[in-house]
């Protein structure tokens, strides 16, 4: 029975995994508000039925594409959500990820982008996702500044706060402008010329 289970919760992993993969190509193609959960389960290879019973709604299905592309990112970095990295080695995480965002990921890039406009007043579907992630990303950045004014590897001078908002907008900012204007902005050379700026700044 329990080789039984497990097939049985492998292939409900690998149903969901190609529901998210669906849902990733179609908005990316289509965008959010024209693409319909029965688009979506048909290139999938399910039923609307099956999809919504995995994710409870579209909105459900927006926010595991949202989670799917935070976990590709942690993956492919090797990083886990308790690291506590050096500032050269979130720098360089922030620099490898820019990289293959421009390289391979503009879709979900773009996706993410729309997404946080569409969702910026409170009261919104994906308003409180998107705004407590922000807050999780400032405070992980907060974190690893104060280590580094502790450690001795950046001064101790400056406010963690401000600089995490800092660094946070320039993110967000730099793959706007890069999704606007490809041809005109490098996304990899922008993150390498302010993370390199930034770390010089901190030095003591």
Known sequence: MAGVKGQVQKRGVERRRA??????????RQGV???GVAAIAERAGVTPSALIHH??????????????????????????PGDEP??????DWFLRDAEHTAAAERELAALHTTLTAENLEPGSVLHTWFRDRGRALRS????????????????????????AAEAAAFIEGAHLLWLLDPEQVNLTAVHRSYFDGLLARLRP
């Not at 529901?19 to 990316?28: G, Y």
């Not at 907060?142 to 706060?161: E, K, Y």
């Open 19 to 28: 529901m998210v993969d669906a849902a990733i190509e179609l908005f990316a």
């Open 33 to 35: 508000r024209g693409t």
């Open 55 to 80: 994710f409870g709604s579209k909105d459900g299905l927006v926010r595991a594409v949202l989670e799917e592309a935070d976990r590709r990112a942690l993956e492919r970095l090797s990083a886990r």
């Open 86 to 91: 050096t500032l050269v080695q979130a720098f």
């Open 140 to 163: 992980h950045l907060v974190s690893l500044f104060t280590r580094a004014a502790a450690d001795g590897s950046a001064r101790a001078d400056l406010d963690p706060a401000v600089l």
